[in-house]
């Protein structure tokens, strides 16, 4: 693979590259380049999360990177995930590993580290205070975001102030040359590239993703203020989230948990923005099949596979695609893709069922 089809598969789908022409220098200086991804341990893992970011990450690997997953223990404790309880935290991250294995996450490229494990080196915390010394209190608050914490919050721990310029450290002492996150982390990254100028420290480059929309479509919003920018902040609001009732679909849902909730989700006829199931097409099922099947009567059609995600948008837009046909369709790629992590825990069910017991007694 040369460094152009390495470049194309790292950038697809992204929103934002910072910057293309750093990335660029970089494939061409670096065969096994380091990238990272972080991830609170929060609960259960979404497709948002798990097929979203981890295709992103699946694609960093094909690309020649080395990749590490942070498991954020100190982060979601910091943040007040699961009640602070770092049991039950490293419960939900060692199920998020299994998840991520059992999509092709593993191997000699990828490696799994906890956030306790980095946060034990002085050296880390002389990289925090650093990078804490080099920017405002104020510069610290708009990035509470990240920890999904609105711009407006009125009751601000103290300790939370500490989160930003841990998530920037962590790129830091983990040496890594490219940070990837969702669109929603971008101020943290910002932050970190900015101190790294003052510090005299070599720039990360970034990779944001986009956030995929949940099930109950753009009205349905977590409430709060994330961004200044309003199109941004009114995206981070509508994200697929579990805290939204009937919002998202869990990695480990059954084909029949799974259509049911496409069966639910908002999908106007010929609406092609804000739709969260051409979203999940776009974002999911293009990347990962390269196409999507549509199984129908000849009444209606007959049966049609599309090849581009453009293809499909052109045809719902014009109403030659009726809404419960590509739900069906989208469904039915999903249980596909989301195949091997379902055999993964009928074979090894442990982690799985602790995880669906901690939800239940919280």
């Known amino acids: 693979m040369d460094v152009a089809e390495r470049f194309q598969l790292v950038a697809r789908g992204a929103l934002e590259v910072v910057t293309k022409a750093e990335l660029e220098e970089l494939l061409e200086a670096e065969a096994s380049p380091h990238a990272y991804w972080g991830f609170e341990c929060s609960g259960p893992m979404h497709i948002g999360m798990g097929l979203v970011c981890g295709q992103k990450m699946l694609d960093l690997v094909r690309a020649g990177f080395k990749l590490t997953i942070l498991l954020a223990d100190w982060h979601s404790w910091i943040n007040n995930k699961l009640g602070g309880d770092m049991e039950a935290i490293r419960l939900v991250g060692r199920y998020f590993k299994e998840c991520f294995q059992a999509l092709g996450l593993r191997g000699p490229r ?3 580290v906890w956030a306790s494990e980095v946060v034990s080196d002085a050296e880390y915390w002389r990289k925090v205070i650093a ?3 080099s920017i405002t209190l104020k510069r610290v ?6 920890m999904g914490r609105s ?12 989160y930003p ?6 790129i830091f002492q983990l040496e890594v040359d490219v940070a ?11 932050l970190a590239r900015d101190a790294a100028e003052k510090l005299g420290w070599r720039k990360p480059i970034c990779l944001h993703v986009p956030l995929l929309m949940g099930l109950s479509g753009p009205g349905a919003s977590i409430e709060g203020v994330f961004d200044e920018d309003e199109r941004l902040n009114k995206r981070i609001r509508s994200k697929m989230s579990k805290s939204v009732p009937g919002g998202c679909i869990y990695v480990h849902d059954g084909p029949d948990e799974i259509r049911a909730k496409i069966r639910r989700a908002y999908c106007p006829a010929r609406q092609a923005k804000d739709n969260p199931v051409l979203e999940i097409a776009k974002l999911i099922v293009f990347p990962a099949l390269g196409h999507l099947d549509v199984e129908r009567p000849e009444k209606y059609g007959g049966p049609v596979s599309y090849n581009s995600y453009d293809e499909l948008e ?3 837009a014009a109403g030659s695609l009726h809404p419960l046909d590509l739900k069906n369709a989208v469904a039915e790629a999903l249980i596909e893709i989301l195949k091997p992590i379902r055999e993964h825990f009928a074979k090894e069910p442990e982690t799985l069922m602790a995880v669906r017991e901690l939800e239940l007694t919280r």
């Open 165 to 170: 310029c841990m998530q920037a450290a962590d």
């Open 131 to 133: 990078i804490a010394k």
């Open 110 to 112: 990828v490696r799994y």
């Open 180 to 190: 990837c996150a969702g669109i929603d982390q971008r101020k943290v990254h910002m």
């Open 314 to 316: 052109r045809d719902f």
């Open 151 to 162: 711009l407006d919050a009125a009751d601000v721990e103290a300790a939370w102030l500490f």
């Open 141 to 146: 608050r708009r990035a509470l975001p990240i």
